[in-house]
């Protein structure tokens, strides 16, 4: 598979459920202000939230790391004005044929204010993946976050994949030291889903439902 069938892909995966994912991106937006120093991980809703920065005229001087290849393409080829008014970084490291992301990351900074990421999987046991490498990006960019904001849409919560990328108790261990976990999702009638939700609440974590 050559690097446009890639993109295409990368593109059909973006088509499920896409009015949900373009929400949960535009009410992430009421997260991120001018001036903002953010982490734009991987993922097809945080993807949507890319395109919104840089259609926003509110969203300026921000300090931008990511490892997101899909919106770094999309700002090329539709936003070149965006790079002016911002920095934008990407991070070093392998890229992921599976997800159109840089893996096995390096990073130039070591604290950065919000961290914006996606998860194939949302338990009360933490977060997982079905990517091996994701384990060691979502842990190094947790660890230098101030604010970790999740983009996932409800087919996600409940759900337990092969790999644990931040536990349960990692996550409350790192919300006694005062880093912020929100998850930003849409609703759902499903009892795992609700079940879920609740716990998640009781351990601290801020919900926000579109």
């Known amino acids: 598979m050559d690097i446009k ?25 009421d997260f991120i202000g001018a001036g903002n120093e953010i982490f734009l991980g991987a993922g097809t809703t945080v993807s949507f939230l890319g395109e919104y920065l840089a259609q926003s005229d509110r969203h300026f ?3 931008i790391w990511t490892n997101n290849i899909f919106i770094l393409n999309l700002w090329l080829k539709k936003y070149e004005g965006f790079f002016l008014e911002n920095f934008v970084g990407i991070v070093s490291g392998e890229i992921s ?11 130039d900074f070591s604290r950065i204010g919000k961290v914006i990421i996606g998860s194939p999987g949302i338990s ?3 977060l997982s993946s079905d990517d091996i490498h994701t384990v060691q990006q979502i842990e190094h960019v947790i660890k230098r976050a101030d604010e970790v904001i999740i983009l996932a849409d409800s087919s996600k919560i409940g759900r337990e ?7 349960m108790r990692m996550i409350k261990i790192d919300m006694r030291k005062k880093k912020r976990y929100t998850l930003i999702t849409n609703g759902s009638r499903e009892e795992v889903y609700r079940k ?3 716990k998640l609440k009781e351990n601290g974590m ?5």
Do not use: P, W
């Open 206 to 210: 801020n919900i926000v439902q579109v």
């Open 61 to 63: 001087m921000m300090k």
């Open 161 to 167: 994949c092969t790999y644990q990328t931040r536990s």
């Open 196 to 198: 879920t939700i609740k």
């Open 124 to 126: 009360a046991k933490g």
């Open 5 to 29: 069938d890639l993109f295409l892909a990368f593109e059909k995966r973006r088509k499920f459920n896409q009015e949900i994912k373009e929400k949960i991106a535009l009410r992430c937006m």
């Open 97 to 107: 044929r599976k997800n159109l992301s840089i893996v096995d990351i390096h990073f």
